[in-house]
């Protein structure tokens, strides 16, 4: 299938894709959600909801990734969803800005947006992983998983920094400006970055491929495979936890702390930050120093996660007086850690079996992990609405999340012992359902 694996540089040109999606996600994510709940007062299921909706448009993935399966011009969509992401990132900004003024025109418009950003998210994303998957050779691929997801939370950290730079003093205009730069940037980079990489990896994805299976078919014949359910479960109860967290954190930092909106964005950015060394940290030990193996790094970034968590739940007691800043810090060192070995994990496992739906395997986690993101950001918001105007404590809603979320950590790192044993009879038994289903 791979004839000439992608070589560094091409791998790094992907990585700018990865750094251009998160950049744009990032704002959505952060800044858009604090500015919807602190200045505009709404409550914090709605930028809940409107997440989830971007999230749950992901279901898509299998289909983009199944699709591109069968075709040889995955940039194609690369590109078409980074221009529909890119759109949607900017019309949700000026969502924002009309609901605190037109609140029923505002809102429909982020809806629109936030449906756009999760189909240009999908489309985007699945098809640059399943490229990773098909073009790089064996041995690089959890590297070329480490690079690319490296560069996209410096491409977060990055714009969190200079976005919360920039916006303050806030003013619509200030944001409206700022947001479009981020956005078109992201689509020229994105351009540049893929511009005949395709052509140059040799490669043609569909000589190998059962051309007459359709969607359900293939998806089925993926299901078939005990490794891929048991992963699928573990990427939606360990995805549920690590996004549970993504739109209260910085609310929780302006009722809490009293942070300013340039200062919950720059919290964001060093978060991120803590996120950069937790996977540059994994990707040196485990490649180069031999320290550990992605199985056990899972499990420490779990436990280390819960563990920061609920450190975190504690922050606003005055007499624990424990460092905020040091602990979104440290969460987002374990998140980090967690996340490149999972990701190393999931590349791994995409090439498994006997039919090369590498596209559809990283279509089916990668619906799994929104789907999982958007539920955890929706009962993570709607949990601390119902807490906090129920008992009227603030602090106590938002802690009561941070300890729910710590906990499906743990129950994570407890799957994550049993991946060893599912991999080892999932290869046999893959094998089996593959042949089996190549009839169909």
Known sequence: MTKNGLSWISIVRLGLVQMALGSVVVLTTSTLNRLMVVEAALPAIIPGLLVGLHYGVQITRPAWGFFSDKGNNRT???????????????????????VQDYLIVGLAVSILSYTLIGLGVGASGTSLLAFLATTTKPERRAAAAATTWLM???GIALTAGIAGSFIDPYSHSRLLAVVA?????????????????ENQSNINLSDNLNQSLGLVEGLKSVMAEPKARFFTLFVAVSM????????ILEPYAGIAFGFSPGETTTLSSIQNFGVLIGMLVVGITVSFVR????????????????????LISLSSIESFNLPFRFLVVALGFFNGAFAVAAIGTMMQF??????????????L???????????????????VDIIRFTFGNHTVAFGTVFLIEAVLFIVA???????????AKGTFYSALGATKNETL
């Open 76 to 98: 194609k969509w690369i590109i078409l969803g980074m221009a529909v992401l890119a759109i949607g990132g900017f019309l949700a900004t000026t969502g924002v800005v009309l």
């Open 152 to 154: 996209m939370i410096f």
């Open 181 to 197: 730069v981020i956005s078109t940037g992201a689509f020229v980079l994105t351009c540049c970055a893929v511009w005949k990489i």
């Open 240 to 247: 549920t936890a690590y996004f549970m967290q993504e739109l």
């Open 291 to 310: 320290f550990g193996s992605l199985k056990q790094w899972v499990f420490y970034g779990c436990l280390g996660s819960a563990i920061a968590l609920l």
């Open 350 to 363: 995409a090439s498994d079996g006997q039919q090369n739906r590498e596209g559809t395997r990283m279509g």
């Open 365 to 383: 986690w990668g619906a799994s992990q929104a789907l999982a993101a958007g539920f955890a950001g929706l009962v993570g918001t709607g949990m």
């Open 413 to 423: 790192a407890v799957m994550s012992t049993k991946l060893d044993n599912q991999t």
